[in-house]
């Protein structure tokens, strides 16, 4: 085995679960990661089927997160998992994270990052303490097509951001009669969820995204979140007022009950030259608006792009790349970033394009902010670090 | 000449007036409607220059609306006027319905309605005491597949009404160079065009379509309007939150600003069985999403549609009807009321699908509650009729 | 009435002709063109009636297109019609062009031009005997992005064309049940529509409009034409590979039973440098997309567009202009050439870019030519022009 | 390691070739699949530096491929590779292939599956003296909606076929200064790419997808082959016109000098009851439309689908999946048959959705039929098996 492979255990994963197959997938596609050790489920039966199917040998199915952490850690260190991937339902994102770091481990975390913005801080802290790298996958800023709106954005071709709409809406939690499925469960049940359905797994997305690709940062919001369907004790859709540090505004629309839409996040900003605009579910281009002349299209693979988006695609022009491989990008990077750790050099998140600590705090700070805001009757809120 | 026909005098529209060429374009088409008088400027001589053009009689161009009012009701009811269509700038909208109405004239006003809440009550009142009929020109409401979309809602394909996403975007005031055109000279001007830009110019038909279309009544509202270019005494730019009279939620996104965006008018409806989307760019399409089932495009002139639909359309499917039919359905729906009515007919507005007094208060009321609720601090406000 | 007005007499149009309706909204869309007379039927009383709603007085509703030109030959000079307008069936439209030109009239004729080439050439010898101008309404030549297409194509914008792909697909004849409607019939009637039906109805358009963009001539062609529906005396689809004068090659694609289908007439050339792809039922967009550079969408109004462009568009960008707009700029360019040829000035079809007699030869020639060269075995025909 | 996983050596696919990485990337998404051995390169320095590259251990990285074939024969059952995936320039695709057989491996080859007709026979004699299995890498009927789009069909959704439009437009090879690069060299060269460039690339894959969808196998064809750039001694461009064993006809346009599209395959089915229209490009979308009934959208992941398409799908509906996952899909969907004959099961390439030894044969039939047709004067050419 080349000694640039990475190494990971999963946390979460077991059958049926639809985000840990998906991360495993992210994980193989570029083939620097090997998957050696996992605690699939709470069931060590399950673990254990799990693993099996996996090519795991069994002493490496572990019956829970901690005993994972413990025994990985005593393994020959070109033996035991470099990272934890955690793909468990959110409350324990938190605790699977900090034991991890605290044992010495890398961690690439699915979001949100944590259960509460007061746990993100603590999260902050000990990564402070210790040498360990996190990344967080907030996949959609894995396409190509967004590092290369990003790109955009920051060498000044759309001048500057007066307005970002960002959207994100889904069908999925539209019936009474969804709300048993296993994904639908957790996310509606606060002690796993934690205090948002809605903003905490789709809006946070957006929140994100809408940051990420325009450089700005949320000072103020107005939300206006929904209950849709009786009896839940958690949003269910929502929409969110923004005013961005350089005073610009935006409008952050998130829905789990817009029956017919799939999983439609676009992004659109305008600037006081040009705009953009990019849709999740036709990933592979990006429309570049200037002001009263012909709009052009940029099309993955297609002329002149820049280099993050370059690297982050695998196939010539018209050959679509999609959310798997967006995903793929993160873990990509994450093992790059743990590579170059390894060897000794600074190794940031920045530097390897991985969403890290910093997104953690503003997600989770988002999802809070939204929350207090919603229940209160004045408009606009200060986007606060510290509720 | 039939008797069918109606005769339509105009006020505004001189040349170089974009919306006075419209409306002349939209009262021939159909063929039903004949332009016999005119004062089309405040300029005389511009005024007989247009007539000219347009195959009037100079003893028919008048100097003034007043002129026109006066004059024309003096001739034989065979000649004369039957109504009155106004197309100036916003100002002018009520004194010169107001006088046509008390001269007997019927009117065909272009939107908004009047210069304020006030007016547009006032106006309500003299057509309470007479009784000439009165249409507004909400050209969107003109278009077959909205009246198939307000079919759909109504007949209950939507199910129960959760959601209303409106969207109104335009890019054409995005330069501080854009505003001595002559445009955006008046819309820019309060004095010309009443306490809002955005919202008058464009909100209004957003408000409109989404009432229109989903039956609902807008109670309560979240409104952040702006001012995105410097200097500006008027908005050009803002959200509003909506709630519905059955507790729907709904988002108005409106914006002059919005660089790169031509004329996006989109109407997206959620109900709790399927949801609709339409696009005033590709208005020939309606797409209807039911939830986890295939997504239905349903095509002006395709299968089985509404009378009202098939009504409005001229040509087979694929032939594509654009903004021009939508204001000529206006136009003849308008004529074919005044028709009726002159046969002794109940004509009623909602009979004939031609918006009327009560789009014009609803749409006043629009504008002034955005307005007033954008300046306060409190988050929601009830949509008053009588601020 | 404005001296500057043109008077146009119709032949055909009557109740439940689709396309006489069209060519009235054509006419009467832009007020350069009164409606004075008419032969709207083969049955008199049916004449009236349509010439009533149309708002024509009895005397000049004619029992036949005979009567119609002696009699509004006879009228003075400033009454009677300037042109006929000719929507017939097929097999009319040489009998009633040649006896309206002899009569001293100009012609503006549905498509094909007759119902034979020989036609074509005696029309052509017809013409050249006369001063009468003659017209002929390839509509799809009227859309503004068609116009923007071949000024692209005519300034080197794509280099040397390569490849021209045209389709023309629908589906409205896939039915046996289709035949017996009043459109259908007497289109699959060769004593009627000609030798072809999908090729003289639809195909012909679309070897018009490729020659119109590209500016080439079709000089060789390998036909494979289609009887699908059984009992079909003519054809319901056919592919016709085609060569051009500079050597490019092409490929047309028409039919009348593609299931599904409504009007899809579709262009794609491809130059050395870039290529334009343009969809009539969304006309409004043209794609112009370089050698291994981002793409860029045209739009109706957006940016620098030629001046015909420009000039055939009445309202601003995403205002939608549909094909009944494309049909009056056929319309008002031919009232202009009326209007200047009466003024004494030269007023060639060029000029005005009205189709006209050579565009009536090439068409003839194309379905003479494909039907002929579907029926050999041999490959390749040369285009001719005397078959 | 499970006994499910399936060992993979791969011959070809050094570094800088595209297709190398896309096939390992393939096999590596879903986990089944282990890479155990290479010969990638003619240098066996590059073929070491690769192999490290991919982990492997330097004593499985071969010189060339007939010592992988004999050494790997040699190791143990539990050891050595199952199958060799074939990822070399045409040329060798049939040598590289009987000795793996020969040698009792199974192989999955990229596609043309030879360099002739005579050789894919000669295959297909090899094959039927051993038990091997063979697949072929037809990455497009992968995708899931294609799937779905032969259910459909099969099942009788679109009635009886009566035309099949297919296209695939590329424009890479537009420029004279586009043959020096590494992928253009050897397409264009004969001795390494044979008898046809464009044909033998992409149109062999239009052909396959329509038989495969359709059903149904082509019976006659006309072909006109364009060496559209000077001095290429292969086709880059060419329209072949087809008819069906059901007497449908169909039209297949390929070109590589369509400037300005990227990998355009598009395939339209038209029934007489209804048609289905799918791009490549937005693979997770499949339009069927019935005559004169509103179109449906079918999408990946949303409603009734059938169970190869269900199976093919690793995300929910709006997650878009693409070209590497149609193409993991077969390579899934091989190791899936490698087991089960493992097991002992009767194990199909039909039963497991593997293209094989008969889309191999009508593949090079069809290069070959197109290149012989192209070059006579008659136009229809019955598609012979035996050239």
Redesign the interface.
Known sequence: ??N??VRMAMVGGGEGA?IG??H??AA????HIDLVAGAFSSDPARCLTTG????LSPERCYPDYQSLLQKEAQLPADIRADFIAIVTPNHLHFPVAKMAIEQGFHVLSDKPATLSLREAKELEAVLSQHSSLYGLTHTYTGYPMIKEAKHRVATGQLGEI??V?VEYS???L??ATDEQGKQAKWRLDSSKSGISCCMGDIGVHAANLAEYVSGLAITEL?A?L?H?LPGRALDD?G?V?LRFNNAA?G?L?A?Q????????LRLRI??????L?WS?????SL?????????????A????LCDATMKAL????????????AFANIYSNFAAQITAFKAGDTATNEAFDVPGIHDALRGMAFITNAVEAST?????HPFKMDL
């Not at 193989?28 to 083939?31: F, P, Q």
Request: glycine content about 10%; proline content about 4%.
């Open positions: 085995m080349s640039k492979r639809f197959a998906v495993r997938i193989r596609l570029d083939g099996a199917q996996l090519g007066r307005k709409v889904q069908g999925w539209s019936q107005c206006d929904n849709v859709d929409t007022l505004k409008v629309m829905s009950i817009a029956v017919g839409e799939e999983n439609n305008y600037g006081d030259k040009a705009s605009d999740q579910m036709e990933p592979n429309w570049l608006r200037p002001h009263n002349t012909a709009a052009t299209l940029l099309r693979g297609v002329g002149e695998r196939t010539p022009a018209g050959h679509p790349e999609g959310y798997l491989e209160h009757d004045t408009k606009w």
